[in-house]
């Protein structure tokens, strides 16, 4: 039986991520809720999810044991990384005052900016909080059944500015266009919540499931 952890790093949306995974998943899997290094060590397959402030999540990797478990999966699993998840394998978050990531990918983490419009002339809230289109730019088996363009929902005041173009594989615009989907080998990050994003969020998660990295 197949054995997925959903990582807890002390942000939000465990339990909505974790029925999600086991919507998708079917029968065949276990889905578990874990900071535990032998737990993570063990599991086939990480979900990384975030939902609040980078600080707590990369306070929570102070534990060097847990760190040195999610570094060994992030080299050797499958591991999909939602919203905070995704920030979090970049160079650098300005949140907050600012801190140092893990730097799996080159880029920053930077806010939108206030006083953008969008199409229609209205103000851009920040955070971005709601439905938006995310534009496939570049073909991955996580992608299979999705269609360009599909509403997937996000939550976030700060986005990614990617210095490595090769690993954005989808983009948003949301007052700017930005990286919303990164991937490289094993690891694929998505800036929006699947868990919240019905059809097309479910359809993403249960491909994780069956990827073979």
Not at 42 to 47: G, H, L, M
Not at 96 to 104: D, P
Not at 196 to 203: F, L, N, T, V
């Amino acid at each position: 039986m197949s054995q997925i952890v959903v990582l807890d790093l002390g942000t939000g949306n465990l339990r909505s991520v974790a029925k999600a995974a086991e919507y998708a998943a079917g029968s065949g899997c276990t889905i578990t809720v874990t900071r535990q290094p032998s737990l993570i060590l063990k599991a086939d397959r990480i979900i990384v999810p975030g939902q609040g402030a980078i600080e707590s999540w990369l306070w929570a990797l102070s534990d060097e044991k847990l760190k040195t478990a999610f570094l060994t999966a992030l080299r050797s699993k499958p591991v999909l990384a939602i919203c905070v998840g995704m920030q979090a394998l970049f160079e650098y978050d300005y949140e907050h005052g600012g801190h140092e990531c893990l730097g799996l990918f080159g880029g920053e983490v930077v806010r939108f900016e206030q006083g953008k419009y969008d199409e229609q002339g209205l103000p851009m809230k920040v955070p971005q909080m709601g439905w938006n289109q995310l534009k496939i730019t570049r073909a991955h088996p996580l992608w299979q059944g999705i269609d360009d363009n599909s509403w997937f929902y996000f939550l976030h005041s700060y986005y990614v500015s990617a210095t490595e173009p090769e690993i954005i594989v989808g983009e948003t615009h949301y007052g700017i266009t930005y990286a919303s989907a990164v991937a490289r080998e094993n690891i694929f990050a998505i800036q929006c919540h699947p868990e919240k994003s019905h059809h097309a969020g479910i359809k993403l998660i249960a491909n994780f499931m069956k990827w073979r990295v």
